[in-house]
């Protein structure tokens, strides 16, 4: 398999976890769209769910699927997440974020009883911190941001992400985005504390002990790993 059809075959057995009635948090990102396609298949065959969207992206695509819609104001409490990452761990820690929705993604996975992570093989890694972390920051002071930032975090580049335009890219909240080029993250759970301290960080992409499941899929098929 290709992998966007690895991604598509994790996707497929995530939706196996899905039942009627269930409260469910969509994802952002490729390997979301396609639970995001599959889901909306079952829901036009009578699958009876709501769904709350990370993204205004995932919005788009739900709605696009036929999927029905809600918002964590109208219900607060989910009973599953599914969304994709850009790194897993072996502990099922993540580095989630390259898709520029990651204080979303974060409400929405601590709102669910469960989150399952599904994603191609290429995203197994036995170490965080090849992929850039991205760090969610406010526009305004984002130099002192950015400073102190660099101060807490281990050595390495540290870039503002930008769009196509070539301007700031700004997140569905407003916010800017800087990606850490860390090569190793040794200690994810201290570094996550240092830039929560630090004023003008909105979020990280670090979701630690979030995760409950992983649906991998590889050339060899797919795998369910369960977090130690």
Do not use: N, Y
């Not at 994603?119 to 400073?147: H, Y």
């Amino acid at each position: 398999m290709d992998p966007d059809a690895q991604k598509r075959a994790a996707a497929a057995r995530a939706v196996e976890f899905v039942s009627s009635g269930m409260r469910l948090g969509l994802g952002t990102g490729s390997t979301a769209r396609h639970f995001i396609e599959l889901i909306g298949e079952r829901v036009r065959a009578g699958l009876d769910i709501v769904a709350v969207p990370t993204s205004q992206a995932t919005k788009a695509d739900a709605e696009r699927c036929g999927i029905p819609l809600t918002t964590l104001d109208e219900t607060p409490a989910l009973d599953l997440t599914v969304d994709g990452a850009d790194e897993i761990a072996p502990d099922l820690s993540l580095i989630k974020g390259g898709g520029g929705a990651l204080l979303r993604e974060k409400i929405v996975a601590a709102a669910s009883t469960r989150m399952i992570v599904i994603a191609d093989a290429s995203k197994m890694v036995a170490a965080l911190g090849r992929f850039p972390l991205p760090i969610e920051v406010a526009p305004f002071g984002f130099g002192a941001t950015r400073r102190m930032i660099e101060q807490k975090i281990p050595p390495g580049e540290l870039t503002l992400r930008r769009g196509k335009d070539g301007h700031a890219f700004v997140t569905d909240g407003g916010h800017w985005i800087v990606d850490a080029a860390l090569g190793r993250i040794d200690d994810p759970q201290a570094l996550a504390h240092a830039l929560a301290d630090i004023p003008g960080v909105m979020e990280h992409g670090l979701f630690i002990g979030v995760a409950r499941l992983a649906i991998v899929a590889g050339r060899d098929g797919v795998k369910v790993v369960e977090r130690p």
